[in-house]
């Protein structure tokens, strides 16, 4: 059995952290465009729009992450799509934050005084012109602090990509102690790296909640 120093099981989970680092960017990025892009439909009254987005909302946000993440990885290759854990992971959390941030930014569309609306009707502005300068900057003003706080639930729910065989932190940390034989020792190591990647996007949220309240 090789002996693995401290150093050692820290600097590769710091190496594997990367990868937690990058799929959490993408899913809340990719879900970020897919989400706003379901919300301006739903707003625009397209047809179909909203009983469309609020299925596709009810499916991923009432069923659990690690079944969709099954499915995008073993479903897609059931009709001859053989895709790698880092692009099914991709794929599972892009969809998965898509419907919670579609569904956040809504709240906070609705949270905006009916009157604001009127007002905008009563200058002929169009949909866009709607959202783009009377309805949008109220709304992410009010947007930023959930959106910011739901970015550590993206970042916890990584840890499930281990199951499909992507090697981010949780897996990472799996691997070490079969290695090692050092269970608490590279856990406690494991929860240390979530603490700092996501207290500090808690404290953020909570300052910008702050801030928000103060500035009404």
């Known amino acids: 059995m090789v002996d693995f120093t401290l150093w050692d099981i820290f600097r590769n989970l710091l190496l594997a952290a990367r990868w937690t680092v990058g799929l959490s960017l993408i899913a809340f990025v990719g879900g970020g465009i897919v989400g706003l892009a379901l919300l301006l439909a739903r707003l625009a009254n397209l047809p179909g729009a909203q009983r469309g987005v609020a299925a596709y909302v009810q499916l991923f946000q009432g069923t659990p992450l690690l079944m969709q993440l099954f499915l995008a990885y073993f479903g897609l290759a059931l009709v001859g799509l053989n895709v790698s854990a880092w692009v099914a992971a991709s794929l599972a959390l892009t969809l998965y934050t898509s419907a919670f941030l579609t569904e956040i930014w809504r709240g906070c569309v609705n949270a905006i005084p009916k009157g604001q609306w009127e007002a905008a009707d009563s200058l002929a502005l169009s949909f866009g012109e709607k959202m783009r300068h009377v309805v949008g900057p109220q709304a992410l003003r009010i947007a930023v602090p959930p959106t910011v706080g739901f970015l550590v639930q993206v970042i916890k729910g990584t840890a499930l990509a ?11 940390g799996t691997m070490i102690t079969n290695a090692t034989f050092k269970p608490f020792t590279v856990y406690a190591c494991v929860a240390l790296m979530y603490f700092a990647l996501c207290w500090p996007v808690s404290a953020a949220s909570r300052r910008l909640e ?6 009404r």
């Not at 281990?162 to 990472?172: D, N, P, Q, R, W």
């Not at 702050?210 to 500035?215: L, M, P, V, W």
């Open 162 to 172: 281990s199951v499909i065989g992507f090697i981010e932190l949780t897996k990472a």
């Open 210 to 215: 702050r801030s928000f309240k103060n500035g």
